[in-house]
């Protein structure tokens, strides 16, 4: 049964196709439940409104269509998170009148140099925040003041949920992963808190998004959890990888959606770009066109039963 899903890119840089891919899957299972475009722009150091206004040219060129979102309206809105900081401090109010959350000054280093932290778990790369650093008694302001505060996990619980892709996952909280930041030091919400309150407030049924945030899946259910909301279904889709096995990042320029137009790729040759382990099936559609993503190259064969002729595409200058 189609759900009710969402596309959220991020514009700090352009579209990959991994981003395509995993958007194509975010359509397909939302199809007829209606879909909301949301823009994910509260970096304001990283994002840029050319980066917004080229991830919509492209996903419009992919194919996709949404029923909400910032070009269109709806009755969810506004459809920029930059623009929705009232509503995230109405849940940072919530959660620090509850005393769920706390301030916390510690940056990323004192977090890795603290002498009981371990390293980043193999689910993530964030290390686990040490409960020695949490503070023992704190004030409650009206405001967040320019601090980072965390949301305090339960140590030793295993968070279990159902994933549509991955099947049954299971995360311990102080093990996989510990208290993290709901609202960041620049004065603004974290990805967790805004996420979570978006989905809530834009009913989305089903996210759909990339397997390397199975872990912060674990971290979103406890705050649904804390608000008494209900939490979404969930889709983690396998990443689109190179050769050498690292995931696609925005700075790969040569695999940006729309440098693979520039080279005459056609919608359906973006969205079957990428090789899946042995064994397991594309989980967007049967491949049209094999890719062969490497560092600085995309090579483009068509089926062999379509006796056409390999194109290799030459790296951007």
Same mark, same amino acid.
């Given at each position: 049964?189609? !759900?009710?899903?969402?596309?959220?890119?991020?514009?700090?840089?352009?579209?990959?196709?991994?981003?395509?891919?995993?958007?194509?899957?975010?359509?397909?299972?939302?199809?007829?439940?209606?879909?909301?475009?949301?823009?994910?722009?509260? /970096?304001?150091?990283?994002?840029?409104? /050319? =980066?917004?206004?080229?991830?919509?040219?492209?996903?419009?060129?992919?194919?996709?269509?949404?029923?909400?979102?910032?070009?269109?309206?709806?009755?969810?809105?506004?459809?920029?998170?930059?623009?929705?900081?009232?509503?995230?401090?109405?849940?940072?109010?919530?959660?620090?009148?509850?005393?769920?959350?706390?301030?916390?000054?510690?940056?990323?280093?004192?977090?890795?140099?603290?002498?009981?932290? +371990?390293?980043?778990?193999?689910?993530?790369?964030?290390?686990?925040?040490?409960?020695?650093?949490? +503070?023992?008694?704190? /004030? !409650?302001?009206?405001?967040?003041?320019?601090?980072?505060?965390?949301?305090?996990?339960?140590?030793?619980?295993?968070?279990?949920?159902?994933?549509?892709?991955?099947?049954?996952?299971?995360?311990?909280?102080?093990?996989?992963?510990?208290?993290?930041?709901?609202?960041?030091?620049?004065?603004?919400?974290?990805?967790?808190?805004?996420?979570?309150?978006?989905?809530?407030?834009?009913?989305?049924?089903?996210?759909?998004?990339?397997?390397?945030?199975?872990?912060?899946?674990?971290?979103?259910? !406890?705050? =649904?959890?804390?608000?008494?909301?209900?939490?979404?279904?969930?889709?983690?889709?396998?990443?689109?990888?190179?050769?050498?096995?690292?995931?696609?990042?925005?700075?790969?320029?040569?695999?940006?959606?729309?440098?693979?137009?520039?080279?005459?790729?056609? +919608?359906? /040759?973006?969205?079957?770009?990428?090789?899946?382990?042995?064994?397991? +099936?594309?989980?967007?559609?049967?491949?049209?066109?094999?890719?062969?993503?490497?560092?600085?190259?995309?090579?483009?064969?068509?089926?062999?039963?379509?006796?056409?002729?390999?194109?290799?595409?030459?790296?951007?200058?």
């Amino acid at each position: 049964m189609p !759900l009710r899903g969402r596309l959220a890119p991020t514009p700090t840089g352009y579209l990959h196709v991994g981003h395509a891919r995993t958007f194509a899957m975010a359509a397909a299972r939302a199809a007829g439940a209606g879909l909301v475009l949301r823009i994910e722009d509260l /970096d304001r150091d990283r994002c840029r409104p /050319d =980066y917004t206004d080229a991830a919509i040219e492209d996903l419009r060129w992919l194919g996709f269509s949404w029923t909400e979102g910032p070009d269109l309206g709806g009755p969810h809105g506004p459809y920029r998170q930059s623009e929705r900081t009232g509503w995230y401090l109405e849940i940072w109010r919530r959660l620090a009148a509850e005393r769920l959350i706390y301030p916390s000054p510690h940056s990323r280093r004192d977090v890795e140099e603290a002498a009981t932290a +371990p390293h980043a778990t193999p689910h993530d790369d964030e290390p686990v925040f040490p409960a020695t650093l949490r +503070p023992a008694a704190w /004030d !409650l302001p009206r405001e967040p003041g320019g601090v980072a505060w965390r949301f305090r996990v339960p140590d030793g619980r295993t968070i279990e949920f159902h994933d549509a892709v991955a099947g049954t996952v299971r995360r311990t909280a102080g093990v996989d992963f510990g208290d993290f930041v709901v609202w960041r030091r620049d004065d603004a919400a974290a990805y967790e808190l805004a996420v979570v309150a978006d989905d809530h407030a834009m009913e989305i049924a089903e996210v759909v998004r990339g397997e390397d945030l199975l872990t912060s899946t674990a971290r979103q259910i !406890l705050l =649904y959890e804390s608000l008494g909301w209900r939490p979404p279904a969930w889709c983690h889709v396998p990443l689109v990888r190179d050769s050498q096995g690292r995931r696609l990042a925005k700075r790969a320029g040569s695999l940006a959606v729309r440098e693979l137009r520039r080279r005459g790729l056609s +919608p359906a /040759d973006v969205l079957s770009a990428g090789e899946h382990p042995p064994g397991k +099936p594309d989980p967007v559609r049967k491949p049209e066109a094999q890719v062969s993503l490497q560092a600085n190259r995309c090579t483009v064969r068509k089926p062999e039963a379509q006796d056409e002729t390999g194109v290799d595409e030459t790296p951007a200058s």
